[in-house]
């Protein structure tokens, strides 16, 4: 299929903008990453009273703005490969805002959604919980920065991205089992493999389980 907006999904930990990056490269594409700096955040993993909510319309407005800014370019020009889905933005905001929050939230996301342009394929990196864990973990001690979610919290935050995609309808989806890819994404055959599924992608779902090497 022809794929001129490719946007790259999973959950935390699972490797979304490596991967962006090198299919960039490969493709030759635009690439558009999440900026995850958030004033909000530190608050909400404190679970102070009304940050989860501030954190959560900082991070949908910050997405709509850069999503927008595709849509008055001229996103067809080239190819644009984008790390995010934006739609994945409601997962956050199911876990953590009570529903007066939620309330509010969705009447904004249904505003701000309207008219945003959609990817003409999604790539969901699916990765078991452990294996997660492990990971941000390890990232953690390598960049001396704090580890990040609760186990608890984690479990269920992958959870629910798995729920999501599972009923996910708005573009053609391909899902990848990444349990036995390198999550760092340095291994040329994975990405041309990837590449290969990407170009061979129908409408509705697909499913992609990489042979062990």
Not at 30 to 58: H, I
Not at 141 to 162: C, K, V, W
Not at 183 to 196: K, P
């Amino acid at each position: 299929m022809d794929t001129r907006y490719l946007a790259i999904e999973g959950p935390p930990g699972v490797g979304k903008a490596v991967l962006a990056e090198r299919l960039g490269q490969r493709l030759d594409a635009g690439l558009v990453l999440d900026d995850g700096e958030n004033p909000f955040s530190a608050e909400s993993r404190a679970r102070r009273a009304g940050a989860a909510f501030q954190a959560q319309l900082f991070h949908l407005l910050a997405r709509h703005r850069q999503q927008d800014t595709l849509r008055q370019g001229d996103l067809f020009s080239q190819v644009t490969v984008c790390d995010y889905l934006f739609d994945k933005d409601k997962i956050f905001a199911y876990l953590t805002l009570d529903d007066n929050e939620l309330f509010i939230y969705q009447r904004l996301y249904d505003l701000l959604s309207r008219d945003l342009p959609a990817p003409d394929a999604v790539v969901y990196l699916q990765c078991p919980t452990d294996r997660l864990r492990k990971r941000l973990k390890e990232r953690a001690r390598r960049s001396s920065e704090r580890r990040g979610r609760d186990d608890d919290d984690l479990a269920e935050l992958n959870d629910a991205f798995n729920h999501f995609f599972f009923h996910y309808a708005g573009a053609p989806l391909l899902v990848v089992e990444t349990s036995s890819l390198d999550l760092d994404w340095q291994d040329d055959d994975d990405v041309e493999d990837l590449l290969r599924q990407i170009e061979h992608m129908q409408q509705g779902t697909q499913y992609y389980v990489p042979r062990q090497r």
